[in-house]
């Protein structure tokens, strides 16, 4: 019995049979020498597979194969083992070990760095503040004015590393809060990006600043006392915006710094440092500039929203959200224009100021864009457009006060001063 299965399995194993379903019984057997044994039988249905044709092969005759032996290369082959040298093609990616940036390439990197596109926040109000105070002195006996040029330059140059110094302070205390670290249209990244060493980046900031108070110290001079109460405070606020124990602009007051800083602060200290006092007007004068200077820093945090968020920074915008952070912007925006208007309606107003509202198109862009958009590169965007409409604005203020200070006085002027 063992025999005949084991002959059926190899015979269906060798012809290629497979079986469906096994099916065993077991039937009692009788033996002489004890109790029934039981006997296993099997019952198989098999199902033979369907024949294959085997895959004829292509074959090429033997005389083809010799003579494709028997041609010669078109393209001969020579060593390279003779050859002087091999000139390889340069790598499409560098390795930064590998790779040493030029002079020029260093001073892009820090421009970029050190965010120049920022200073009109600095310059403008210097600028009209200097403007309000030179155009009272024009007068038909002294055509061209009071002006004190080399004050008006040592206040810039302080300004400018002020500026400086608290962007790279920024970047630096924003690096260590990972404030920013990932955002590409933020700062200028010189730590985020690997560029330069952190601790250098303090360094030159805190320089830029001791040479801005300095800077600050000889021009207060000749202002009297209130321009180094009013530099101290720009100096406390250019470092403390971003440093701790308590950031200001982690504690929702970037808007108030930067009112005040770019606004009435800078403004009437370019003021006294022509006149030696200060005058109520050039705060009033000063409160459109302010206002401008607080909508660019808040679009500003609206852009950099989600980061902030994440690292505990606390702005307004993060505060109150998106949909309310518009309507503050719009109160910002329209409340320059305001202003603006506030001082050019009386009887005896200064009239020609309303040439600014020549910007007005610029304005209805940047509120449309604001409304539609909340995406940070968009925002983005905007931003550079109300740095561009802070500029406008002020320009065209100070040559309207230029102009109307020169009017009355061409009468009076010599033949051989006037143009035409």
Same mark, same amino acid.
Request: aromatic share 8%.
């Given at each position: 019995m063992?025999?005949?299965?084991?002959?059926?399995?190899s015979?269906?194993?060798?012809?290629?049979?497979t079986?469906?379903?096994?099916?065993i019984?077991?039937?009692?057997? !009788?033996t002489?020498?004890?109790?029934?044994?039981?006997?296993?039988?099997?019952?198989t249905?098999? +199902?033979?597979a369907?024949?294959?044709?085997?895959?004829?092969?292509?074959? &090429?005759? @033997? $005389?083809?194969?010799?003579?494709?032996?028997?041609l010669?290369?078109?393209?001969?082959?020579h060593?390279v083992a003779?050859?002087?040298?091999?000139?390889?093609?340069?790598?499409?990616v560098?390795?930064p070990?590998?790779y040493?940036r030029?002079?020029?390439?260093?001073?892009?990197?820090?421009?970029d760095?050190?965010?120049p596109?920022?200073?009109?926040?600095?310059?403008?109000?210097?600028?009209? $503040?200097t403007v309000?105070?030179?155009?009272?002195?024009?007068?038909?006996?002294?055509?061209?004015?009071?002006?004190?040029l080399?004050?008006?330059?040592g206040?810039?140059?302080?300004?400018?590393?002020?500026?400086?110094?608290a962007?790279?302070?920024?970047?630096?205390?924003d690096? #260590?809060?990972?404030?920013?670290?990932?955002n590409a249209?933020?700062?200028?990244?010189?730590?985020q990006?690997?560029?330069?060493?952190?601790?250098?980046?303090?360094?030159? /900031?805190?320089?830029?600043?001791? #040479? $801005?108070?300095?800077?600050?110290?000889i +021009?207060?001079?000749?202002?009297?006392?209130?321009?180094? =109460?009013?530099?101290?405070?720009?100096?406390?606020?250019a470092?403390?915006?971003s440093?701790?124990?308590?950031?200001?602009?982690?504690?929702?007051?970037?808007?108030?710094?930067?009112?005040?800083?770019?606004?009435p602060?800078?403004?009437?200290?370019?003021y006294?440092i022509?006149? $030696?006092?200060i @005058?109520?007007?050039?705060f009033?004068y000063?409160?459109?500039? /302010?206002?401008?200077?607080?909508a660019? *820093?808040?679009?500003?945090?609206?852009?950099? @929203?989600?980061?902030?968020?994440?690292?505990g !920074?606390?702005?307004?915008?993060?505060?109150?959200?998106?949909?309310w952070?518009?309507?503050?912007?719009?109160?910002? =925006?329209?409340?320059?224009?305001?202003?603006l208007?506030?001082?050019a *309606?009386?009887?005896?107003?200064?009239h020609?100021?309303?040439?600014a509202l020549w910007t007005?198109?610029?304005?209805?862009?940047? &509120?449309?864009?604001?409304?539609?958009?909340?995406?940070?590169?968009?925002?983005?965007? *905007?931003?550079?457009?109300?740095? !561009?409409?802070?500029t406008?604005?002020?320009l065209?203020?100070?040559v309207?006060?230029?102009?109307?200070a020169?009017?009355?006085? #061409?009468?009076?002027l010599?033949?051989?001063?006037?143009?035409?």
């Open positions: 063992e025999k005949d299965l084991k002959h059926t399995d015979t269906a194993s060798q012809s290629g049979i079986s469906e379903s096994d099916e019984n077991t039937k009692p057997e !009788k002489s020498s004890g109790p029934e044994r039981f006997r296993a039988t099997t019952s249905r098999v +199902v033979t369907d024949s294959v044709q085997a895959e004829e092969v292509p074959t &090429i005759p @033997i $005389g083809s194969l010799e003579t494709i032996n028997a010669q290369p078109e393209v001969s082959i060593s003779s050859t002087r040298s091999v000139r390889m093609p340069a790598p499409l560098v390795q070990s590998e040493r030029t002079p020029k390439e260093w001073l892009q990197v820090w421009i760095g050190i965010r596109s920022y200073l009109p926040l600095s310059f403008l109000p210097a600028l009209l $503040g309000l105070a030179w155009t009272p002195s024009i007068s038909a006996q002294n055509p061209f004015g009071r002006f004190h080399v004050p008006f330059v206040m810039l140059i302080s300004l400018l590393f002020l500026q400086l110094g962007h790279l302070v920024n970047d630096y205390y690096y #260590l809060r990972s404030i920013d670290t990932s249209l933020g700062p200028g990244g010189l730590i990006q690997g560029l330069v060493k952190p601790s250098r980046v303090l360094t030159l /900031g805190l320089v830029l600043l001791v #040479l $801005g108070a300095l800077f600050g110290l +021009v207060a001079s000749a202002g009297g006392a209130v321009l180094y =109460l009013f530099g101290l405070i720009g100096l406390l606020c470092y403390f915006y440093a701790p124990p308590r950031a200001l602009a982690s504690l929702g007051l970037a808007e108030v710094v930067a009112f005040l800083l770019f606004g602060l800078i403004t009437m200290g370019a006294a022509q006149t $030696g006092h @005058i109520y007007s050039t009033v000063s409160l459109p500039l /302010g206002l401008l200077a607080a660019i *820093i808040h679009i500003n945090n609206m852009r950099d @929203i989600e980061g902030d968020m994440h690292a !920074k606390q702005t307004i915008a993060s505060l109150i959200g998106i949909p952070s518009r309507i503050w912007l719009l109160a910002l =925006l329209l409340g320059a224009y305001v202003v208007v506030f001082l *309606i009386p009887h005896q107003g200064p020609l100021i309303l040439i007005f198109p610029l304005l209805v862009l940047i &509120i449309s864009g604001v409304m539609r958009t909340d995406t940070p590169a968009s925002l983005h965007m *905007i931003m550079q457009q109300a740095l !561009k409409l802070e406008y604005f002020t065209l203020l100070a309207a006060l230029i102009i109307l020169f009017l009355p006085v #061409l009468p009076h010599p033949a051989h001063i006037l143009p035409f």
